[in-house]
């Protein structure tokens, strides 16, 4: 496990060389202006919502408040007391009063060494951004905390974008320099016992509130540290949240949640960013809670309701390249704790083989992702991550093994506005010779395109009556209306 860092290190995280400045962009791209966010005034008491502006002021400001802060920083290193550190020691427990105290210090510094003037915004700014340097995770704490940010994207310290309601926007926020990110992907590591360095360059990892986080750094980067933060929101979707954003409508809500009653095992496929995870934990939730139900991810970011889960997260291997625990090891282990349900983040290689043979020896309703542009793509790729465990099975037996796991294919998609649909419901029937058979349940149909660039469609069922109505009658679920 790595050392935790020391609150003195904590402190000293930024040195105190001048920033660089942004370099001019030769294309203009829509912003994101993170003072514009808050619909507070700065006149308001000190306190978390009233900070959502961060590095707003013009570049000469934004550097003497950079180079005030660093001189503030290395006063509290050098005057800080034994109860200053306990009462910082306590975190965002004492939030307040660790920024009255921050405060204290920063009049001082002022009083005493600054020659201009600073504006109310600017000096309670200063204090929300050392308070985050202390206790979160810097300069990202205010994207962190905008729930209309789905994800994060740093491409090096002077670069970062967010996506907002589906579109990506340049933020306003940066990092002072590599070495000041490098900090901060240290404390995002650093409670995990995960490691990043040139031996070791990329990670997966997650934060606090389950957040995904993807890092990769030089010599594999070429902009400096790359950070990928998936945000996820604070209170878990439900169904009725997917049928409000027209994720699905209200006869697929039903449906699915029949499905999950009935047992059947389900995969949901769909490309990056297209809403996989969020549809599998709505899925999750069907889930009675009379079960024993396993997840099994790269990085826990799952956020089951029920009461009896084991959260089971795989592991790199250490400096001397050993210890790795992969999710094949993971899943192997899991058909051993007695499950009632198995749930896997996202099959990408060989693992693909043991969750279809625990699909095919009782464990009934499991579910996983992976990713596909379609139903019928799925097929093919869940056939070379089976190839990829090692096993050298002719291909009509690996067929047949996915044809008698799987009931039923998500196919989710990420429309051209940004927002997410499931595009096909598609039920998995069996072999015809070396072909397996599909059959379209329901489907998403795009109609047009509106002035403001938004999809506008309509969900549509097939009509058609699903082969497998015995694992509802088998669990005494009604099937549901499909009209």
Same mark, same amino acid.
């Given at each position: 496990m790595a050392r935790t860092p020391s609150l003195l290190e904590r402190l000293g995280r930024v040195t105190p060389d001048k920033p660089s400045q942004p370099q001019p962009r030769e294309q203009e791209l829509p912003t994101y202006n993170s003072r514009q966010q808050s619909k507070k005034s700065f006149e308001q008491p000190v306190e978390a919502s009233a900070f959502a502006g961060k590095h707003t002021f013009q570049s000469s400001s934004r550097n003497r408040l950079q180079e005030l802060k660093m001189a503030i920083h290395r006063r509290i290193v050098d005057e800080m007391t034994p109860e200053e550190q306990l009462l910082i020691a306590q975190g965002e427990s004492a939030k307040e009063q660790i920024k009255n105290l921050i405060l204290s210090y920063s009049d001082r510094e002022i009083t005493e060494n600054y020659t201009q003037s600073l504006s109310r915004p600017e000096r309670f700014q200063l204090v929300e951004d050392i308070c985050d340097e202390l206790l979160g995770l810097g300069p990202l704490e205010p994207l962190l905390k905008d729930e209309? +940010? #789905?994800e994060i994207m740093i491409n090096g310290p002077k670069s970062i974008f967010v996506e907002q309601r589906g579109k990506l926007l340049l933020t306003d926020t940066y990092f002072h320099d590599d070495a000041h990110l490098m900090s901060i992907i240290e404390r995002i590591l650093t409670p995990l016992g995960r490691r990043v360095d040139e031996s070791s360059p990329l990670v997966d990892a997650r934060l606090a509130d389950g957040s995904r986080v993807n890092i990769i750094i030089p010599p594999l980067s070429l902009v400096g540290p790359a950070v990928t933060i998936r945000k996820f929101s604070k209170n878990a979707l439900s169904v009725n949240d997917l049928v409000k954003f027209g994720t699905l409508d209200d006869n697929m809500a039903r449906f699915l949640e029949a499905c999950v009653k009935a047992r059947l095992n389900i995969l949901v496929s769909g490309g990056t960013g297209s809403g996989k995870t969020t549809t599998l934990n709505v899925l999750s939730s069907f889930i009675p809670s009379t079960e024993r139900i396993v997840t099994i991810e790269d990085a826990a970011e799952l956020r089951l309701q029920q009461t009896h889960v084991v959260t089971l997260e795989s592991r790199p291997a250490n400096l001397e390249g050993k210890g790795a625990i992969t999710i094949r090891d993971l899943v192997r282990n899991a058909l051993? !704790?007695?499950p009632d349900r198995i749930i896997v983040g996202e099959v990408r290689t060989g693992e693909a083989l043991? !969750? %279809?043979?625990? !699909?095919? #020896?009782?464990?009934?309703? &499991? %579910? #996983? #992702?992976?990713p596909a542009n379609s139903p019928r793509d799925v097929l093919s790729r869940l056939e070379t991550m089976v190839l990829m465990a090692g096993m050298e099975l002719p291909v009509r037996a690996v067929r047949t093994q996915v044809s008698s796991a799987l009931d039923l294919i998500l196919q989710?998609?990420? @429309?051209? $506005?940004? &927002?997410?649909? +499931?595009t096909h419901i598609t039920e998995v029937?069996? !072999?015809?010779?070396?072909t397996i058979i599909l059959q379209e349940l329901f489907r998403y149909v795009q109609d047009? @395109? $509106?002035?403001n660039g938004k999809s506008v469609g309509h969900y549509e069922s097939s009509g058609l009556r699903p082969s497998f109505l015995d694992k509802f009658r088998m669990n005494g679920v009604e099937m549901p209306s499909m009209d």
């Amino acid at each position: 496990m790595a050392r935790t860092p020391s609150l003195l290190e904590r402190l000293g995280r930024v040195t105190p060389d001048k920033p660089s400045q942004p370099q001019p962009r030769e294309q203009e791209l829509p912003t994101y202006n993170s003072r514009q966010q808050s619909k507070k005034s700065f006149e308001q008491p000190v306190e978390a919502s009233a900070f959502a502006g961060k590095h707003t002021f013009q570049s000469s400001s934004r550097n003497r408040l950079q180079e005030l802060k660093m001189a503030i920083h290395r006063r509290i290193v050098d005057e800080m007391t034994p109860e200053e550190q306990l009462l910082i020691a306590q975190g965002e427990s004492a939030k307040e009063q660790i920024k009255n105290l921050i405060l204290s210090y920063s009049d001082r510094e002022i009083t005493e060494n600054y020659t201009q003037s600073l504006s109310r915004p600017e000096r309670f700014q200063l204090v929300e951004d050392i308070c985050d340097e202390l206790l979160g995770l810097g300069p990202l704490e205010p994207l962190l905390k905008d729930e209309n +940010i #789905t994800e994060i994207m740093i491409n090096g310290p002077k670069s970062i974008f967010v996506e907002q309601r589906g579109k990506l926007l340049l933020t306003d926020t940066y990092f002072h320099d590599d070495a000041h990110l490098m900090s901060i992907i240290e404390r995002i590591l650093t409670p995990l016992g995960r490691r990043v360095d040139e031996s070791s360059p990329l990670v997966d990892a997650r934060l606090a509130d389950g957040s995904r986080v993807n890092i990769i750094i030089p010599p594999l980067s070429l902009v400096g540290p790359a950070v990928t933060i998936r945000k996820f929101s604070k209170n878990a979707l439900s169904v009725n949240d997917l049928v409000k954003f027209g994720t699905l409508d209200d006869n697929m809500a039903r449906f699915l949640e029949a499905c999950v009653k009935a047992r059947l095992n389900i995969l949901v496929s769909g490309g990056t960013g297209s809403g996989k995870t969020t549809t599998l934990n709505v899925l999750s939730s069907f889930i009675p809670s009379t079960e024993r139900i396993v997840t099994i991810e790269d990085a826990a970011e799952l956020r089951l309701q029920q009461t009896h889960v084991v959260t089971l997260e795989s592991r790199p291997a250490n400096l001397e390249g050993k210890g790795a625990i992969t999710i094949r090891d993971l899943v192997r282990n899991a058909l051993r !704790m007695r499950p009632d349900r198995i749930i896997v983040g996202e099959v990408r290689t060989g693992e693909a083989l043991d !969750m %279809l043979q625990a !699909m095919n #020896t009782g464990h009934d309703g &499991s %579910l #996983t #992702t992976a990713p596909a542009n379609s139903p019928r793509d799925v097929l093919s790729r869940l056939e070379t991550m089976v190839l990829m465990a090692g096993m050298e099975l002719p291909v009509r037996a690996v067929r047949t093994q996915v044809s008698s796991a799987l009931d039923l294919i998500l196919q989710q998609s990420r @429309i051209r $506005d940004g &927002s997410r649909k +499931i595009t096909h419901i598609t039920e998995v029937q069996g !072999m015809e010779g070396d072909t397996i058979i599909l059959q379209e349940l329901f489907r998403y149909v795009q109609d047009y @395109i $509106d002035e403001n660039g938004k999809s506008v469609g309509h969900y549509e069922s097939s009509g058609l009556r699903p082969s497998f109505l015995d694992k509802f009658r088998m669990n005494g679920v009604e099937m549901p209306s499909m009209d």
